[in-house]
């Protein structure tokens, strides 16, 4: 069995909440085993500020030192960013490797990554990470496939790389999701011009969102392809869709984004511009919430994360996943559906919970249509709701439901 890398975890309380420092190293140390490192110590510092040389007090990264001769430790990893120079005198004074939040991160993107896309925006957040550490770095990230963590990542570029060359692959990577941004963009111009509402999932990794997708697409969709699902961080890089139409029902378009998590590195957020996009052209948000690990910390940076996109206009539905595990109803101070993926309780409210967001628009009309526009009833048949049909002398009554969008398109057969 291989031997699993051994890290002391650090984080700094220098906000002045403790228990939320306590919550992320914990969440830091999910990380951490997400790439095979196992922690075997865990160190929070209080203070006021951050220290500029180790970015903790001297005393501590004493005191840290005693505790990897003790424990055998192969690594420290910190829960937020540190700069060049604080990595740099950190591994002078501790003499291993030094990593922090944003890092791992990274590594951990890298490892999920499978498409194309996915794989050019890690890669381009990669360089982004390395360019502002080219200079003065230390071990930890000028390793060429030596060192104990091996994991590919950031990690694989050499020091001593020339910051020219960098930031020509940077160009070269910006310049290739381009080209990608421009393929979405045609395929969102085609959902705007059938006007079929967009329904996001969105929330925090490993919320339960791709379960989410599948089992509605078992129920309603078009395509039964099943998304990946597991239980571990970032299983979804990709952005992945669906068409949901339930019986005599207006379809949607699913989709399900990337999980996020708090302390993002900001250049993941630049790299994966075109995947947040799909969340910007959305009628709805589902905010999808773990019911039975739920915090109102992953829930209100869930929520500064969609003020932060600019889409706090946009409806947004709280569903809380996991109600078949829960004893009690989660104390949640907003209001939610809870429904659970494994059972299907709850399934039918959220879908005309979805239905009542996105065609709240949509009115009821009488139409009369000719008895060789049986296209046209074919189509109202596949986007709508028909509520009647009767056969007349003159063609086909119906009693439809039509977006502002069908109302338009069928306005001349409608019926005074």
């Not at 705007?192 to 929330?203: C, D, E, M, T, Y």
């Not at 990946?228 to 378009?253: H, V, Y």
């Amino acid at each position: 069995m291989q031997k699993l890398d051994r890290a002391i975890l650090v984080a700094l309380n220098y906000q002045g909440n403790y228990e939320a420092c306590e919550q992320s190293l914990d969440e830091l140390e999910e990380l951490a085993k997400a790439v095979q490192i196992k922690t075997v110590d865990k160190v929070i510092q209080s203070n006021d500020k951050i220290e500029p040389k180790f970015f903790i007090g001297s005393g501590k990264v004493l005191e840290i030192k005693q505790m990897i001769d003790i424990l055998n430790v192969d690594m420290v990893i910190f829960d937020d960013t540190l700069s060049p120079a604080q990595i740099r005198n950190l591994e002078e004074a501790l003499d291993v490797q030094i990593f922090d939040r944003a890092f791992l991160i990274l590594q951990i993107f890298a490892l999920r990554a499978q498409t194309k896309q996915a794989m050019l925006e890690v890669a381009l957040a990669q360089k982004l990470y390395m360019l502002p550490r080219l200079a003065g770095m230390g071990k930890s990230l000028s390793r060429q496939g030596g060192g104990s963590f091996n994991a590919k990542g950031p990690g694989e570029t050499k020091l001593e790389t020339d910051r020219r060359r960098l930031n020509m692959e940077i160009t070269r990577l910006r310049a290739s999701l381009e080209a990608i941004k421009k393929e979405r963009g045609e395929s969102r111009k085609r959902r705007f011009k059938n006007s079929i509402p967009v329904v996001a999932l969105v929330g925090y990794t490993n919320a339960g969102k791709s379960f989410l997708m599948n089992h509605l697409s078992n129920l309603y969709g078009t395509n039964k392809t099943e998304v990946f699902e597991k239980d571990m961080l970032f299983a979804t890089l990709d952005t992945k869709s669906k068409r949901i139409q339930k019986d005599n029902q207006p379809p949607f378009i699913l989709i399900d984004t990337v999980g996020f998590i708090s302390k993002l590195p900001p250049e993941l957020i630049k790299s994966f511009e075109s995947t947040l996009a799909d969340i910007a052209t959305a009628d709805l948000i589902l905010h999808i919430v773990d019911g039975k690990n739920y915090s109102p910390l992953q829930i209100n940076f869930t929520k500064q994360v969609i003020k932060d996109l600019g889409l706090e206009e946009t409806p947004r539905l709280l569903v809380v996943t996991k109600k078949d595990l829960l004893v009690h109803q989660p104390n949640i101070l907003e209001d939610y559906l809870l429904i659970s993926n494994k059972t299907g309780e709850g399934m039918n409210d959220l879908y005309q919970a979805i239905s009542a967001h996105i065609y709240k628009d949509s009115r009821i009309f009488k139409l009369l249509l000719p008895f060789d526009k049986g296209s046209i009833y074919e189509r109202l048949k596949s986007d709508t709701t028909i509520i009647e049909t009767n056969y007349t002398a003159d063609g086909m009554f119906v009693k439809v439901v039509l977006t502002p969008y069908l109302y338009n398109l069928y306005k001349s057969y409608i019926m005074n």
